[in-house]
Nanobody
């Protein structure tokens, strides 16, 4: 069982930056690939970024490529999402997720409760 807790969301102006963090419980964090997803009102949850267990491989949605960076610190059981050049269309609840498989689908086994990101124009 893995429990995930996100933090770092908030209100920011367009063009600004935020860094989201997600802390995982347990001592097996390094066994899991980690992903960030988001869900805007009235829309389905969508993939944002994923990182492999070792951190040696990352993958991004086209809409965030070049603006967002996913990283992890296995010693701190934490995955991060650095978000730069934010746009109003990035407004959503952001979720981190963990799974033994590294993928861009929403079929992750464990999910956090989400953190709200709001980008004003």
């Amino acid at each position: 069982q893995v429990q995930l807790v996100e933090s770092g969301g908030g209100l920011v102006q367009a063009g600004g930056s935020l860094r989201l963090s997600c802390v995982a419980s347990g001592r097996t964090f390094s066994r899991y690939a980690m992903g960030w997803f988001r869900q805007a009102p009235g829309k389905e949850r969508e993939f944002v970024a994923a990182i492999a267990r070792s951190g040696g491989s990352t993958y991004y949605a086209e809409s965030v490529k070049g603006r967002f960076t996913i990283s992890r610190d296995n010693g701190k059981n934490t995955v991060y999402l650095q978000m730069n050049s934010l746009k109003p269309e990035d407004t959503a609840v952001y979720y981190c997720a963990a799974d033994l498989l590294y993928s861009s689908t929403t079929k992750y086994d464990y999910w956090g409760q989400g953190t709200q990101v709001t980008v004003s124009s």
